[in-house]
């Protein structure tokens, strides 16, 4: 079991940035790979990054590609979602999720676990 909590989100400017972090509860969060997703209002969740648990390999979905990193430290079991330049179109609520093995890594029914999370709300 997995729990998860997600913070670091609010209200911010155009071209602001923000810095999402997600803290992990359970054994061997080393292992499980993270994903960031996004759910805008009568929107589908949307895929945004996603950072292996092994080896820590990075993926990105184009439209945040170059603006947002995604990182972790396993000491702290936490997984991070730096967001730079950020658009308007960037606002929705932001989740992390776990899974310990992930084949299709932009799907999020890959993810059994999931947080609660965040707002953040970019003004024009």
């Known amino acids: 079991q997995v729990q998860l909590v997600e913070s670091g989100g609010g209200l911010v400017q155009a071209g602001g940035s923000l810095r999402l972090s997600c803290a992990a509860s359970?054994?061997?969060?080393?292992?499980?790979?993270m994903g960031w997703f996004r759910q805008a209002p009568g929107k589908e969740r949307e895929f945004v990054a996603h950072?292996?648990?092994?080896?820590?390999?990075?993926y990105y979905a184009d439209s945040v590609k170059g603006r947002f990193t995604i990182s972790r430290d396993n000491g702290k079991n936490t997984v991070f979602l730096q967001m730079n330049s950020l658009r308007p179109e960037d606002t929705a609520v932001y989740y992390c999720?776990?899974?310990?093995?992930?084949?299709?890594?932009?799907?999020?029914?890959?993810?059994?676990?999931w947080g609660q999370g965040t707002q953040v709300t970019v003004s024009s």
């Open positions: 999720a776990a899974e310990y093995r992930v084949l299709a890594y932009r799907d999020y029914r890959e993810y059994d676990y």
């Open positions: 359970g054994r061997s969060f080393s292992s499980y790979a």
């Open positions: 950072i292996r648990g092994i080896g820590g390999s990075t």
